[in-house]
């Protein structure tokens, strides 16, 4: 199978589980920093939007050459990512417009 194909499957296979966890731990959710809950759910539909496009729009062959460094990209963000993060807030103050602009690059 196309690695564009495979990545749209398993998002969509992925997606009611997604939103059962949602629902299940709904009352834990609580703002990010600055941004509201409705705010970070509209800058993660953007976000989830510009990614169908950027992954529709990519050819099977540029797809397959991006993929390993995204997972890299995301494996780095998932093991450093508190650290980072307190290092920068300790140097720059944040904004809701930075935490927003964050959150889109993020979520693609």
Do not use: D
Not at 13 to 33: I, K, N, Q
Not at 62 to 84: H, Q
């Amino acid at each position: 199978m196309p690695p564009v194909q495979a990545n749209a499957s398993s998002t969509v296979a992925l997606f009611p589980g997604g939103v059962v966890s949602a629902w299940a731990y709904r009352e834990g959710l609580t703002p990010v920093g600055p941004v509201s809950i409705p705010k970070m759910l509209v800058i993660t539909l953007i976000g989830g939007f510009v990614g169908v496009v950027l992954l529709l729009s990519t050819s099977s062959a540029t797809f397959s050459f991006l993929l390993p460094w995204l997972l890299l990209c995301a494996s780095f963000a998932l093991a450093f990512g508190r650290t980072l993060g307190e290092a920068l807030r300790r140097r720059w103050r944040s904004s809701s417009r930075l935490a927003c602009m964050a959150a889109i690059l993020a979520a693609r």
